[in-house]
């Protein structure tokens, strides 16, 4: 996710991976803006790979081409995943989401709206998403609502994790252009009711509710 919320101390949270760093937000979005036009490449480049029909011969010479851009990539990288990352102003930046991350090639990306009362986002999914012929795969769908259900249940300013995810899926969900909604239903302490949908022109194709918990020890949130 990027932007700005109240953050767990780095020991707060088991998965260990609140990085505190001093970049100025300035050169995290200067950046962040440099790594995306790469994983937009990489992400056309994963599309095309799917779909080439070049023969054998020019898939092993795209192959090694391509291993040689690996290897110069493999000389300055980070010891692990980039976890998330945040500033002195609170700028938080996780490139390597799996939905959402600028320098992740297998998030669609999902770029999520927030409102008053609904996250929303428009994404157009293509042939790395496919599970049955032409739809999208189920566990991306969920992988999805996951996320925004996520991002809705931590309101931009506390955190919280997928407790339990319950999806339906009401019908085959076409690759191409879809909208995906999630919203607070309610709330019972630290635990969150979230409700999600994703559609496509006809309507609600998968539907979830969801249960987040704000882990013990996490802040409450004080703010974006
Ligand atoms: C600020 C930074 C922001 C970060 C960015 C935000 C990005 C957001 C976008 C990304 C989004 C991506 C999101 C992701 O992908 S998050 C990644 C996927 N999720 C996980 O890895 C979570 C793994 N599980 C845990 O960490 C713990 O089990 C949690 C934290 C969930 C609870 O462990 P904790 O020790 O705290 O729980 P407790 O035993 O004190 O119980 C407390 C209450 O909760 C109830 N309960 C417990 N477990 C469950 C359950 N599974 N379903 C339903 N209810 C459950 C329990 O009955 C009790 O209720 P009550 O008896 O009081 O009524």
Request: contains cysteine; negative net charge; hydrophobic residues 40%.
């Amino acid at each position: 996710m990027t932007g700005r919320r109240s953050f767990p101390e780095e020991s707060a949270v088991g998965v260990g991976g609140f990085v505190r760093e001093d970049t100025p937000t300035a050169e995290v979005d200067r950046r962040e803006a440099v790594m995306a036009s790469l994983t937009g490449t990489v992400r056309e480049l994963i599309d095309a790979t799917i779909r080439t029909t070049v023969d054998d011969d020019e898939v092993h010479r795209i192959r090694d081409g391509l291993a040689a851009l690996v290897a110069r990539l493999r000389t300055a990288q980070l010891p692990g995943p980039a976890g998330i990352r945040y500033n002195a102003e609170l700028r938080s930046w996780n490139w390597g989401n799996a939905v959402m991350g600028a320098a992740n090639a297998i998030a669609p990306p999902l770029r999520v709206q927030h409102d008053s009362s609904v996250c929303h986002a428009d994404v157009v999914l293509g042939a790395a998403y496919e599970g049955p012929p032409g739809l999208v795969h189920g566990g991306v769908s969920a992988m999805l609502l996951d996320h925004i259900m996520g991002e809705a249940a931590s309101a931009m300013r506390r955190t919280a994790f997928t407790g339990t995810l319950t999806m339906r899926y009401r019908r085959g969900t076409p690759l191409g252009p879809l909208h995906l909604e999630a919203s607070i239903v309610r709330e019972e302490g630290r635990k969150i009711f979230v409700a999600g949908s994703i559609s496509d022109a006809g309507g609600a194709t998968v539907e979830a509710d969801g249960v987040f918990i704000q882990p013990v020890g996490t802040p409450a949130g004080g703010g974006r």
